[in-house]
Nanobody, 124 residues
Framework: QVQLVESGGRLVQAGDSLRLSCVVS????????MGWFRQAPGLEHRFVAA????????IYDDSVKGRFTISRDNAKNMVALQMNNLKTEDTAVYFC?????????????????WGQGTQVTISS
């Protein structure tokens, strides 16, 4: 049984920074590509960032490129999302997700396991 638990979401002001963490238990974390997605009310899950288990390469949605950084620590079974210069449009529930493949994907349907999400709210 693979479980993902996110933490770090809270209310902050525009321009602030936040660091989200996701700890994974079960499965083979070091062989799993990891991704962050977000969901605003009434909308679908939207890709934010992903990190490969093959070579640690990263991909980002254009809306967060240059502001967000995804990283992983295989020793701790953890993936993090450092978010800088936050904007009101970044407000959403953020989910981490894992694949059963080592390679990145932007598609939520290619991620098998999901956390319950952590709320990030940015005030103006």
């Amino acid at each position: 049984q693979v479980q993902l638990v996110e933490s770090g979401g809270r209310l902050v002001q525009a321009g602030d920074s936040l660091r989200l963490s996701c700890v994974v238990s079960g499965g083979s974390f070091s062989n799993s590509a990891m991704g962050w997605f977000r969901q605003a009310p009434g909308l679908e899950h939207r890709f934010v960032a992903a990190i490969s288990a093959f070579d640690g390469s990263t991909i980002y949605d254009d809306s967060v490129k240059g502001r967000f950084t995804i990283s992983r620590d295989n020793a701790k079974n953890m993936v993090a999302l450092q978010m800088n210069n936050l904007k009101t449009e970044d407000t959403a529930v953020y989910f981490c997700a894992s694949r059963t493949s080592r390679y990145n994907s932007r598609r939520p349907d290619q991620y098998v396991y999901w956390g319950q999400g952590t709320q990030v709210t940015i005030s103006s």
